[in-house]
Nanobody
Framework: QVQLVESGGGLVQPGGSLTLSCAAS????????MAWHRQTPGNERELVAE???????NYADSVKDRFTISRDNAMNTVYLQMHSLKPEDTAVYYC?????????WGQGTQVTVSS
């Protein structure tokens, strides 16, 4: 069982930056693929970025070169650094942990990009 707690969401102006954090419970955090997804009302949840246990990363085309996912296995935490934010990045962002076909989700944190 893995529990995920996101933090760092909030209101930011277009062009601004924000860093999300996701703290995970459990001693085998390092073995999980960690990811950030986001969802807006009426739409399906979409993958934003993921990082494997080995450190390989993958990004949605819409956030490439603006967002960076990283992990600190000693702190059981995954981060999402977001730069050059756009209004269309507004969403609830969810942390996700996957290993051997089993997925865990956090409760989500709201990110609003607006002037």
């Amino acid at each position: 069982q893995v529990q995920l707690v996101e933090s760092g969401g909030g209101l930011v102006q277009p062009g601004g930056s924000l860093t999300l954090s996701c703290a995970a419970s459990g001693s085998i955090f390092r073995l999980y693929t960690m990811a950030w997804h986001r969802q807006t009302p009426g739409n399906e949840r979409e993958l934003v970025a993921e990082i494997t246990a080995g450190g390989s990363t993958n990004y949605a085309d819409s956030v490439k070169d603006r967002f960076t996912i990283s992990r600190d296995n000693a702190m059981n935490t995954v981060y999402l650094q977001m730069h050059s934010l756009k209004p269309e990045d507004t969403a609830v962002y969810y942390c996700n942990a996957v290993r051997r076909g089993v997925a865990y989700w956090g409760q989500g944190t709201q990110v609003t990009v607006s002037s």
